[in-house]
């Protein structure tokens, strides 16, 4: 647990999902179009299989990247994630994912995200309920971030 005051909710954090072909440059040239528009990546996942990657992003912008994925006809998903700011990347991801546990939330997928200024370790988490996760999260007293936080 961080022990730090709950703050009010803000816009929920916006994780963006494309497929690729699985091609040498594919993921290079995705990321250097998302930082052709001046955007940051805060975090990555990929998931790869023998012909196609599923890349994961959250983003500094995700106004500006949805509307260049429009722009470019790049068809995408999004959804929204849970992000938790931890003190202690190892204690604090196991209390976390007991919290989740003791109120019987589930974790569809996780990752683990670039550093934040404040030198927290941020752990993106995509859970069955988004309402509920963050209450239980906010009850145990974590720091969660939302989209705000992270636009620079």
């Known amino acids: 647990?961080?022990?730090?005051?709950?703050?009010?909710?803000?816009e929920p954090v916006k994780q963006f999902s494309v497929m690729l072909q699985n091609r040498t440059g594919s993921?290079?040239?995705?990321?250097?179009?998302?930082?052709s528009a001046n955007v940051?990546?805060?975090?990555?996942?990929?998931?790869d299989s023998k012909d196609a990657t599923i890349v994961r992003i959250i983003v500094t912008d995700p106004d500006t990247v949805f509307c260049?994925?429009?722009?470019?006809?790049?068809?995408?998903?999004?959804?929204?994630?849970?992000?938790?700011?931890?003190?202690?990347?190892?204690?604090?991801i196991g209390a976390c994912l007991e919290a989740l546990v003791?109120?019987?939330?589930?974790?569809?997928?996780?990752?683990?995200?670039?550093?934040?200024p404040d030198r927290h370790s941020l752990l993106a988490l995509h859970l069955d309920d988004y309402s509920f996760g963050i209450d239980v999260l906010n009850r145990a007293g974590?720091?969660?971030?939302?989209?705000?936080?992270?636009?620079?």
Do not use: W
């Not at 647990?1 to 803000?10: A, L």
């Not at 993921?27 to 930082?35: A, D, E, Y």
């Not at 974590?142 to 620079?152: H, W």
């Open 1 to 10: 647990m961080d022990g730090t005051i709950v703050k009010k909710e803000g």
């Open 27 to 35: 993921l290079s040239s995705l990321v250097r179009l998302v930082r």
């Open 40 to 47: 940051e990546l805060l975090g990555i996942s990929v998931q």
């Open 68 to 92: 260049l994925f429009a722009e470019k006809g790049i068809p995408h998903t999004t959804c929204e994630m849970v992000v938790v700011a931890l003190r202690e990347s190892g204690v604090g």
């Open 102 to 116: 003791a109120a019987e939330t589930n974790v569809e997928f996780a990752y683990s995200m670039m550093a934040h």
């Open 142 to 152: 974590f720091k969660i971030l939302y989209q705000g936080d992270l636009s620079r």
